[in-house]
Structure formats: C-alpha cells, structure tokens
T-cell receptor
C-alpha cells in the first residue's frame, strides 16, 4: 500500500449505530487531518493531529470522536449521528510544516439514515 | 470573517485555455494552494504560491497577487481528463488552511 488509504470507502448507518472510519498513511508524515466534504461546500477541517497529539478541534460535535494511536493511523469514531452528517469524510497527511502540501486519501462516503 | 470565492462551474473546449479565478479575504496570508479533485476521488496537489507572480508547471500555471487577494489557475491545451473540480485554499496567519467550495470544470469535445 502506498499513500493514504481509508476504509471503508462507503458506509451506511442508522442514527443509533456506532461505527469507525480508519485512515492509514504510508508516507512517514507527522501530521494527520480529518475533513468533512459536503456537496458544493468548502472542505471543513474537523481535527488535526501532530505527532499523535490533537492540535485542532474545530468545534466538532461530540458525536465525532477522533483517535490517533500513532503517527500512521487515524480513526474517527461515530455514534448517534444525524442525517446532516452524511458527507464524504477525507483524511489527509503531511509533514506538518508551513507550506507543505497535504496528501489525501480517497475518502469514506457516509450516509446516515 | 474568512472567505474564499471561486466560480461554481465553468465550461471549456478541448484544446483551449481556461482561467479559474480565486479571490480571498483572510486574516493574514501564508500561501495559496490549488488542488484538483476528480469526481469520487481524493484531492491532489497542483500548485503552491507564496510570493507574487506566475508559477508554471507544464500545462498548468498559477498566479498570485497578494495586494489584490487574488489568484488564478491557468490550464492550457485542455484535455478531457482535465474535467474535475479545482479547489483553492489559503493558509491564514495561524497557518490554518481555509478552503474554497471548488470550481467544477467541464470540458467539451
């Protein structure tokens, strides 16, 4: 595997379910990011981890819970989501320095029923 | 507030040239990125501008004017595979990346 991978690619869940999204980067990067992408809206930064420490939480509802066990893996735990949470969830990574491009995974298409 | 503006959709013809504009109002400026995103795929990096002027990279060029809060992405010799969304993003004074909503580019034969 190379680059940034995300699983699952598609997820359908009910509002009472608990599920987790997984992201893995094989690039040796120090920073990892979760984004939410809704149709025709800008990418919304959710969480940032630098060297496994959370450095950014953009007022994300507590029904989204991130976990970063090491610099290569990032999880997003989901519980009691709302239909408006349906979106594409993108993971990205980079070196964490200013001006560094971010490398994105293919995303998880989430549908909340 | 912080704001990035880019056209929602543009149409161009195969072989032609297209310019996608991006204007921004942010608290400080530490660089501007352009990314390409094909439908159903991850965004991929195209260019980064931090100083005024034109950066050329093959068929793609990106221009920046910091005094005007303005950038454009220029695509030459358009190919069908260039049909995608083009995302403009600005790094503000806190090094937060502020994203535009993207411009969907449709290439017609």
């Amino acid at each position: 595997e190379t680059g940034v991978t995300q699983t699952p690619r598609h997820l359908v869940m009910g509002m009472t379910n608990k599920k987790s999204l997984k992201c893995e980067q094989h690039l040796g990067h120090n920073a990892m990011y979760w984004y939410k992408q809704s149709a025709k809206k800008p990418l919304e930064l959710m969480f940032v981890y630098n060297f496994k420490e959370q450095t950014e939480n953009n007022s994300v509802p507590s029904r989204f819970s991130p976990e970063c066990p090491n610099s290569s893996h990032l999880f997003l735990h989901l519980h009691t989501l709302q239909p408006e949470d349906s979106a594409l969830y993108l993971c990205a990574s980079n070196e964490g320095r200013e001006g560094d491009e971010q490398f994105f995974g293919p995303g998880t298409r989430l549908t909340v029923l | 507030g912080q704001n990035i503006d880019q056209p929602t959709e543009m149409t161009a013809t195969e072989g032609a040239i297209v310019q996608i504009n991006c204007t921004y109002q942010t608290s400080g400026f530490n660089g501007l990125f352009w990314y390409q995103q094909h439908a159903g795929e991850a965004p991929t990096f195209l260019s980064y501008n931090v100083l005024d002027g034109l950066e050329e990279k093959g068929r793609f060029s990106s221009f920046l004017s910091r005094s005007k809060g303005y950038s454009y992405l220029l695509l030459k010799e358009l190919q069908m595979k260039d049909s995608a969304s083009y995302l403009c993003a600005v790094t503000d004074s806190n090094y937060q990346l502020i994203w535009g909503a993207g411009t969907k580019l449709i290439i017609k034969p």
